[in-house]
């Protein structure tokens, strides 16, 4: 049987709820990702690892959605940012309506990490557990999973967005997708303290906070390997 809901029937659907399988939604962002990498990074990177994760749980797949909130980048050619309160009430809706089917254990794995982003993520499962008894939610963002091997592998501190992590990630995923002879050298941006920015993009214009030269396919084959098995062992134990 498939793991992706969207070539299930409704049968095949309601029986993979009745015996408790896992769901996994993958949620992303239309987001500049510098000029190496496409639009369209975080959510690859969250099908990816929710259909690897489906496989090994035997769970289901829903369509991804591909958009979310992107504070830090909004200015920058290519970015659609949705507003904290769109979002919650998307992601609400979308998971009150396989709740409403019988699915009582959901995973939802962002590909992308920002903050408030993840809140609103977070904001929308908890709506949905205190009025539900019995279903367990996990939200997973790309924060949420350190991998304790960046230091060896001769990863900078502060290594983000676009940077040699992401990089690495896209590359053992499809490296058509990443265009190699366009990867920045890079730093991590120093924002002020306190301050809120109307152009933050000032302060990175390459839209890039690492260094995305120092990108590999064997680092990116690591970090999704840590980053399933950790995500695989949390669905297990529960």
């Known amino acids: 049987m498939s793991r992706d809901i969207r070539n299930l029937t409704m049968v095949e659907f309601a029986e993979a709820m009745a015996r408790g399988a896992w769901l996994l939604l993958p949620i992303g962002a239309t987001e500049e990702h510098g000029p190496h990498l496409p639009l369209g990074s975080d959510l690859i990177q969250a099908e990816y690892v929710c259909g690897a994760v489906a496989r090994a749980v035997n769970g289901l797949v ?37 709740v409403q089917h019988g699915a009582r254990r959901i995973a939802v794995v962002s590909g992308h990490a920002g903050g408030a982003h993840m809140e609103a993520l977070r904001q929308a499962a908890l709506a949905l557990v205190e009025e539900t008894e019995g279903l367990t939610v996990l939200v997973i963002g790309p924060r949420d999973i350190p991998l304790p091997f960046l230091e060896e592998a001769g990863v900078p501190a502060g290594d983000g967005h676009a940077g040699a992590v992401e990089t690495s990630a896209m590359l053992a995923i499809d490296e058509r997708l990443v265009r190699t002879d366009r990867s920045p050298e890079g730093g991590r941006p120093r924002f002020p303290r306190f301050q809120i920015l109307p152009n933050p993009e000032r302060l990175f214009p390459s839209g890039v906070m690492g260094d995305a030269s120092r990108a590999s396919r064997e680092l990116g084959e690591r970090a999704l390997q840590h980053i399933l098995s950790e995500i695989v062992g949390a669905l297990q134990d529960r």
């Not at 959605?65 to 979002?87: A, D, K, Q, W």
């Open 62 to 98: 829903a369509p991804g959605l591909p958009y979310g909130l992107c504070r830090t980048t909004r200015n920058f050619p290519g970015t659609v940012s949705i507003s904290f309160e769109t979002l919650e009430a998307l992601v609400r809706e979308v998971l009150a309506g396989y």
